[in-house]
């Protein structure tokens, strides 16, 4: 992953193409691979799914967590089961499409299984916040020998740092890289609490190659949190997707469309060109600024042939052209040659 260019844009597409698939009317697969064509043609890095059998991840009654007036789905085991029917074959599909039109393919694996089909499909493993106290799967992501993002909403700095520990300890030289997001669906935009991803970097920043974002809150005209989120140091952006926002079901709501996402990714690109860092040297653009802003030593008063300059003699003033102020010590005490008029700017071979 350190060879891929930054910010990298995840697009979200969880379950969302099985809605997308009713709408266009063709199947799921193929509505999968249009939500793919889509986020890479508007400026994703990736296209992300998820991994999962509904009887593996959660038991029968667990409750919903979401809101329900968005997505009235009231046990967590019924959404499940009604969209995990995709599964290693078609996995391989999406992945060979991805790779085709130049779009890293991503799926969350949420067991065992999903670990092991998943690996050769992907440049990189992602975690789900939920799995950061899974330790039986991060131990088993962590034999692939693969970069690894971890999501940390509604976790402490002490499970994110158990959670890179047990990684570690498989695997001392694996990549990680951390996102922070917020566990509420949709986020207020007060609760997007994004000074945390400086927090985490100031904490995490031996440890983690890069730091990121993923982002629940509902899209904004200008996606302006996301943004903020790439100037705080989130060099990873994620964001559910779709491709019509005023679905009800599933992710929609909260999720950007093709418009956000090209938004997002012009924003980011204009962020990107505003901190470019010139570290070493000043900017071409400021050549002639500098030196037409900064000063140089001029005479303060008229001064006769044969006058020693005194300091009440000379004023620094601009232009920066000839006798800088940092040379003040070489010019008094010293004569003048020649008559010169108050307000001349010194050279060095008018003085002898």
């Known amino acids: 992953m350190t060879q891929i260019k930054l910010p990298y844009i995840i697009a979200e597409i969880w379950v969302n193409y099985y809605d997308i698939a009713k709408e266009e009317n063709i199947s799921p697969l193929e ?35 979401w809101d329900t007036n968005c997505e009235s789905t009231k046990t967590q085991h019924e959404l499940f089961q009604k969209f995990d029917t995709f599964w290693e074959d078609e996995y391989i599909e999406l992945s060979n499409y991805s790779q085709e039109i130049w779009i890293d393919f991503l799926s969350t694996p949420f067991d065992l299984e999903a670990v092991d089909f998943l690996n050769p499909l992907m440049k990189y493993y992602k975690i789900a916040s939920a799995d950061i106290t899974n330790y039986p799967l991060l131990k088993k992501v962590a034999t692939k020998n693969k970069p690894i993002i971890l999501s940390t909403w509604a976790s402490n700095i002490w499970e994110i740092e158990k959670a890179i520990s047990i990684i570690k300890d498989i695997n001392n030289s694996i990549e990680i890289h951390i996102l922070h ?172």
């Not at 793919?36 to 991840?57: M, P």
């Not at 993923?214 to 559910?240: Q, R």
């Not at 653009?285 to 006769?304: H, M, Y």
Request: glycine content about 0%; aromatic content about 12%.
């Open 31 to 65: 509505a999968a691979k249009l939500m793919i064509k889509k986020a890479k043609e508007w400026g994703a890095n990736s296209a992300k799914f998820q991994s999962y059998k509904a009887d593996k991840i959660v038991s029968k009654d667990s409750p919903a967590y």
């Open 181 to 352: 997001c917020v566990l509420s669906y949709p986020t207020k935009n007060e609760n997007a609490n994004l000074k945390r991803i400086t927090h985490l970097k100031n904490i995490f920043n031996s440890q983690i190659e890069w730091f990121g974002y993923s982002d629940h809150t509902l899209p904004s005209k200008w996606m302006a949190i996301c943004t903020w989120a790439y100037m705080l140091w989130a060099n990873i952006i994620e964001k559910h997707f779709t491709l019509n926002k005023t679905l009800p079901w599933n992710d929609h709501y909260h999720a950007m469309d093709v418009s956000d996402l090209k938004v997002l990714k012009n924003n980011l690109d204009i962020v990107v060109e505003w901190l470019s860092v010139n570290e070493i040297n000043y900017q071409e653009c400021e050549k002639i600024p500098r030196a037409q802003a900064r000063r140089s030593i001029v005479l303060n008063k008229d001064l006769k042939a044969r006058d020693i300059i005194k300091e009440e003699d000379i004023i620094m003033k601009r232009p920066w052209t000839w006798i800088w102020p940092e040379y003040l010590d070489l010019i008094v005490w010293r004569k003048i040659n020649k008559d010169y008029n108050e307000d001349t700017i010194l050279q060095f071979n008018y003085i002898v």
